[in-house]
């Protein structure tokens, strides 16, 4: 199993980024997938999360109105929209999958994690 992240950058705040995760090697539509970031010297933090289907979603409250998460069951890929980025949303954004159905909230408990993307949002 293979999430191979990208879109990330460099970006004056403000501004937007679209990040992609494409996956291979699993039945995509099985998968719940999540998007979580890790600053320099901060704990790994959740950040959105979507169903089977892109139905459900949630986020972590201080992305609510900014990012969207969507995904492409055809294309294996998911996708984070984020607007008006903010110099704290700054970190390495990793993508993740999970089996199944039950629903992992703000856990990190995934079974498949790519290799991040950096993104750096300026003042």
């Known amino acids: 199993v293979q999430l191979q992240a990208s879109g990330g950058g460099v970006v004056q705040a403000g501004g937007s980024l679209r990040l992609s995760c494409a996956a291979s090697?699993?039945?995509?539509?099985?998968?719940?997938m999540g998007w979580f970031r890790q600053a320099p010297g901060k704990e790994r933090e959740f950040v959105a999360v979507?169903?089977?289907?892109?139905?459900?979603?949630d986020y972590v409250d201080s992305v609510k109105g900014r990012f969207t998460i969507s995904r492409d069951n055809a294309k294996s890929t998911i996708f984070l929209q984020m607007n008006s980025l903010k110099p704290e949303d700054t970190a390495v954004y990793f993508c993740?999958?999970?089996?199944?159905?039950?629903?992992?909230?703000?856990?990190?408990?995934?079974?498949?994690w790519g290799q991040g993307t950096q993104v750096t949002v300026s003042s």
């Open positions: 979507i169903g089977l289907n892109g139905v459900r979603i």
């Open positions: 993740a999958a999970r089996y199944g159905r039950s629903w992992p909230g703000d856990s990190s408990n995934y079974s498949y």
């Open positions: 090697g699993v039945t995509f539509s099985n998968y719940i």
